[in-house]
């Protein structure tokens, strides 16, 4: 068993490689966004709290997440391990999940941050085109994810819109908070010597043979 992290910003493919990972080497891929939304489809006293923070546009606390995390972990010991997708987000977040961790046994074995510069991701994340009938993505800045005919989907025919929130404002608040709050965590991982930077400017496939052999690594 081996449990993973991923840190990357917005628009680096971070969700491909979560994928690539649980599809070949049967994973288990914790999303916390995903396990928020789950909790709150089970109606309960817990659920509507959670639903009435996220609405008035506050943060789930630490110590909710860490619940879900727990509940999650104690349901889902088959397979190769967790993949923890998008949490931790900050220090205090790291030192309780390896806490929690502790307490099962378990710890963190490989942490990968996927490192893009600011032009790159910017670039990435505005030329994002999204189809408004089946959701299949393209961007309009790189050849090999343009769409055949400009605006409209490959697959079916549907418009191609931006997403609203994809603004340049948008982005530079996203990142900014994002390095403030990340770097502290490299450090910390770093310092365990569990972390691996991969250069996130590759093409997906290349950056999955880099995850891979660092996971082959005893
Ligand atoms: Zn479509």
Excluded: W
Excluded at 15 to 35: I, P
Excluded at 39 to 45: G, M, N, R, Y
Excluded at 63 to 70: P, T, Y
Excluded at 110 to 135: D, H, P, W
């Amino acid at each position: 068993m081996k449990n993973i992290i991923f840190i990357a910003v917005h628009g680096t493919g971070k969700g491909t490689q979560c994928d690539l990972l649980t599809e070949k080497y049967k994973f288990n891929h914790l999303s916390t966004g995903e396990l928020i939304r789950k909790a709150i489809k089970k109606q309960d006293d817990f659920a509507k709290d959670l639903e009435k923070t996220i609405n008035s546009g506050k943060l789930v606390s630490d110590e909710v997440v860490l619940d879900l995390i727990n509940d999650y972990i104690a349901t889902n010991q088959s397979g190769e391990g967790i993949i923890f997708d998008g949490f931790p987000r900050t220090l205090n977040q790291a030192l309780a999940l390896d806490k929690l961790l502790a307490n099962k046994k378990q710890k963190i074995d490989n942490v990968f941050y996927l490192e893009i510069a600011k032009e790159e991701a910017l670039k990435r994340t505005m030329g994002r085109l999204i189809c408004s009938n089946c959701q299949k993505s393209y961007n309009k800045f790189y050849d090999n994810l343009k769409p055949k005919q400009a605006g409209i989907c490959d697959v079916c025919g549907g418009k191609l819109e931006q997403r609203s929130d994809d603004t340049e404002e948008a982005f530079n608040k996203l990142f900014d908070t994002f390095l403030e709050e990340t770097l502290p965590i490299l450090d910390y991982y770093e310092d365990k010597n569990i972390l691996t930077k991969i250069d996130a400017s590759m093409n997906q496939e290349d950056i999955f043979k880099k995850v891979e052999e660092k996971l082959k690594e005893v």
